[in-house]
């Protein structure tokens, strides 16, 4: 168990240019996560799947986002037309289950995105 | 969406003192956690406590489901310690996360 792995690290972009995320959960962790953090504040839930299924989004998670967990694995989250504002760390966590302690979130490390 | 605040927003203490952080939140949760951010980011869960009282080492959390808020308590502190701790609630209405502000914590030596 190598815990829950995002890539890449950081990127850097051009305003208008599509980016795409990936988040590899902890093996056999059903449940899956996106946030999205900017300096100084708390993680914003943008999006989380139960194996396959993206069961629910936040309204922050505008029509130029978009996220995938194919085969209920792992997961991708593309930005397209980046804007400045999109500027910020977004986290990825997995959960093994639906119910009890074991609904506990693990986080990545994060991909931290700079839009210039 | 559920408003969760965390109190003191800033906390600095001598290696060693204890100290008490609060999460207040406005409706009724089916899940709470705490988590500690480290200085390099890496948030670390450290305690899913949706009602009752857990200890794990020199840390341990209650929270009062029924007035709505959670206490996290660190004993003993430790430079480690450092960084920003975070509670977060998911209500028992939805499946969203809601993430408080957090309490930026400084242990100095």
């Known amino acids: 168990d190598t815990g829950v792995s995002q890539n890449p690290r950081h990127k850097i972009t051009k305003r208008g240019q599509n980016v795409t995320f990936r988040c590899d959960p902890i093996?056999?962790?059903?449940?899956l996560y996106w946030y999205r953090q900017t300096l100084g504040q708390g993680p914003e839930f943008l999006t989380y799947f139960q194996n396959e299924a993206q069961l629910e989004k936040s309204r922050l998670l505008s029509d130029r986002f978009s996220a995938e967990r194919p085969k209920g694995s792992f997961s991708t989250l593309e930005i397209q037309r980046t804007e400045q504002g999109d500027s910020a760390m977004y986290l990825c966590a997995s959960s093994p289950g639906t119910s009890g302690s074991i609904q506990s979130q693990y986080f990545g490390a994060g991909t931290r995105l700079s839009v210039l | 969406g559920i408003q969760v605040e965390q109190s003191p927003p800033d906390l600095i203490l001598q290696e060693g003192a204890n100290s008490t952080l609060r999460c207040n939140f406005s409706d009724s949760v089916n899940n709470l956690q705490w988590f500690h951010q480290n200085p390099w980011g890496q948030l670390i869960n450290l305690f899913y406590i949706p009602s009752g009282t857990k200890q794990n080492g020199r840390l341990s959390a209650t929270t009062v489901a029924t007035e709505r808020y959670s206490l996290l308590y660190i004993s003993s502190s430790q430079t480690t310690d450092s960084g920003v701790y975070f509670c977060?609630?998911?209500?028992?209405?939805?499946?969203?996360?809601?993430f408080g502000t957090g309490t930026s914590l400084t242990v100095i030596p």
């Open positions: 093996s056999e962790h059903n449940r």
């Open positions: 977060a609630v998911e209500a028992d209405t939805g499946n969203q996360f809601y």
